[in-house]
């Protein structure tokens, strides 16, 4: 079972070309070792923040536990700090309502992100069957596909997150801009969900970039 690690920070004022320099040099390379693999950072580019979103995998919840208790997170961690405000975290598991072949670096895609809270005393058959009935098929033929469901473990806020990748900012902006969506928002907030908010995300490219170079390399 794949398990996702997300952490959220705003790079402190002043300090950015440290920052990314720490970032590429140190820190990705530094979680790689403990067993934490890189999938993904993210800048909000609409939505709550903090605005960067840094995320990674691992296979199981034992993998990931010690991976955070080692000594080296802690310490390279601590080093983030010096660049970093407003940092937290959460640990997510799959809801098992969206079909996900593996989990991987999606490369270039730009995320459009929906994080709830299930209605207390709703049953589960029927927000199951909303989701797999109506909202999966009615995102996709807007033309944003729902990639990952994911469920909040560990970590503050909305319980469930509906993760979409989409190829730009105009797609997403299209494809939300319809009445099609809107009547969907009203029909998903309407009776089976509550605390709703969503986030635009753009790839920062410190993770796809290096990832790009390397599988270039390798088969040069």
Partial sequence: MTVLFSQYWDVMPGKFGDYSNFIMTYYNSALERIGIKLVGGYYVTVGMGPRIIAVGVAQNLVDLENALASSEF???????????????????????????????????????????????????????????????????????????????????????LAESSAGSLVEIARAIDTDEFRQLMVRLKGTYVKDY????????????LPYLMKEMMAHF
């Fill in 197 to 208: 908010h969503s986030r635009i995300l753009a790839p920062t490219g410190r993770i796809d």
């Fill in 74 to 160: 802690d310490e390279i961690t601590g080093q983030l700090q010096e660049y970093v405000t407003h940092y937290h975290s959460k640990i997510l598991t799959p809801t098992g309502r969206v079909k996900m072949d593996g989990y991987k670096i999606q490369t270039g895609l730009w995320k459009f992100n929906q994080y709830w809270n299930i209605v207390q005393g709703l049953k589960e058959r029927i927000y199951t069957e909303f989701i797999a009935d109506d909202f999966l098929p009615s995102m996709e033929k807007i033309g944003i596909k729902v990639t990952a469901g994911w469920r909040v473990v560990v970590g503050s806020g909305p319980s469930i």
